[in-house]
């Protein structure tokens, strides 16, 4: 029997470290900071992994400088990331490991991968779906009275700053939006994004992946591709002057709109 247990706790263990999968993002020379491409990289890991726990995170540098600025520097971009990972309540398990590697390791023979921060994560158990609610009337309504080239706003909708993950609060105002397009077959639309704080166009990114975040939900829902659209608008449509006064304008033109295409 002893014997049996322990190929069974084995078993699992292997089964345990098996699940575990690995993303990369990327940095720039003698850099912490995240830049517009590792921003995208996990805002898309994130969108496209939602049920996912952070075990362990590891940071790495090229070989140019001393082993401990090196050292320093790689655990400098681990907290990067967990900085913005924990932003976005990406789940991190309570006994998830850090390291800072830095240039102590087989080296790529492109230094600028080896510039780096590796996250490995696991699977968590899947959320219930939100039940409808009487917001659902109301939307319903808005796209039945909207003509094709109507914007029907979605309300109460809102993001986490620089960044395309939803807040939990706002979940059930896209699967409300789901009801609408499983109710109505033949309705197409375009999904537009836009964003909040910024007076230049660097960030304009960070609306197209909010629209995509929408776009990629409906997708694993269930709706067809055909149906669907997506675009970011960046700061060129906002609702209040930029700079914001405060948090609810900031909020208002951190949106998303959708354009009805087809009925």
């Known amino acids: 029997m002893k014997w049996f247990n322990y190929i069974i706790c084995s078993l699992l263990g292997y089964c345990s470290c098996a699940a575990q999968d690995k993303i990369t993002v990327f940095f720039d020379f003698n850099k912490y900071d995240l830049n517009p491409v590792a921003i995208t990289t996990l805002n898309d890991w994130i969108l496209e992994h939602p049920k996912q726990k952070v075990l362990k995170i590891y940071g ?67 959320e219930p779906q939100p039940l409808a609610t009487a917001k659902e009337d109301a939307l319903a309504v808005a796209f039945s009275t909207a003509k094709t080239g109507d914007l029907v706003r979605l309300k109460n909708i809102h993001f986490f700053n620089n960044s395309a993950r939803v807040v939990p609060e706002s979940k059930a105002v896209l699967y409300d939006l789901l009801c609408v ?83």
């Open 60 to 126: 790495f540098c090229d070989e140019k400088g001393t082993n401990q600025y090196n050292d320093t520097l790689s655990l400098q971009r681990v907290q990067t990331v967990f900085d913005f990972l924990k932003s976005n309540q990406v789940e991190i398990d309570k006994d998830y490991l850090v390291k800072g590697f830095g240039e102590n390791f087989t080296q790529d023979k492109n230094p600028a991968r080896n510039r780096k921060v590796e996250i490995i994560y696991a699977p968590i158990p899947a």
């Open 181 to 263: 397009l499983q109710e109505n077959p033949t309705l197409k639309i375009e999904i537009q994004g836009h964003i909040c704080c910024q007076s230049a166009k660097s960030m304009d990114h960070i609306s197209t992946a909010r629209a995509r975040a929408v776009y990629n939900y409906l997708i694993q829902n269930k709706i067809k591709r055909e149906r669907l659209s997506y675009k970011g608008y960046g700061v060129s449509k906002p609702l209040y002057a930029i700079p914001e006064k405060n948090d609810f304008e900031e909020n208002e033109n951190r949106r998303v709109e959708i354009k009805i295409v087809d009925k």
